[in-house]
């Protein structure tokens, strides 16, 4: 099992920064992807950016930009920063992690969520 506790969502005014994190504990043997994925209400969880364990980043278009993923592989840890927050920024974000358990089999798990509220 791995459990993901999230972090740092809020209300915050356009304009805004927000720091999302998300910390990976449990048992497995790695985590190679991380990741943050947001839901708006009446729409489907799309991605917002992913990191790997060797570092190399994606993000979505619309936050590229204004967005910054790093992580803390010692603290298993994976942390977004968020500028020039927009309305259209409002949604509930989810952490992802991807790896390998001790069994060998692959594992995803995900965190149960953090609001993110941003007022125009």
Do not use: H
Request: proline content about 2%.
């Amino acid at each position: 099992q791995v459990q993901l506790v999230e972090s740092g969502g809020g209300l915050v005014q356009a304009g805004g920064s927000l720091r999302l994190s998300c910390q990976a504990s449990g048992s497995f043997f790695s985590i190679n992807v991380m990741g943050w994925y947001r839901q708006a209400p009446g729409k489907q969880r799309e991605l917002v950016a992913t990191i790997t364990s060797s570092g190399r980043t994606n993000y979505a278009d619309s936050v590229k930009g204004r967005c910054s993923i790093s992580r803390d592989n010692a603290k298993n840890t994976v942390y977004l920063e968020m500028n020039s927050l927009k309305p259209e920024d409002t949604a509930v974000y989810y952490c992802n992690c991807e790896g390998a358990l001790g069994t060998g089999s692959r594992y995803r798990s995900w965190g149960q969520g953090t609001q993110v509220t941003v007022s125009s």
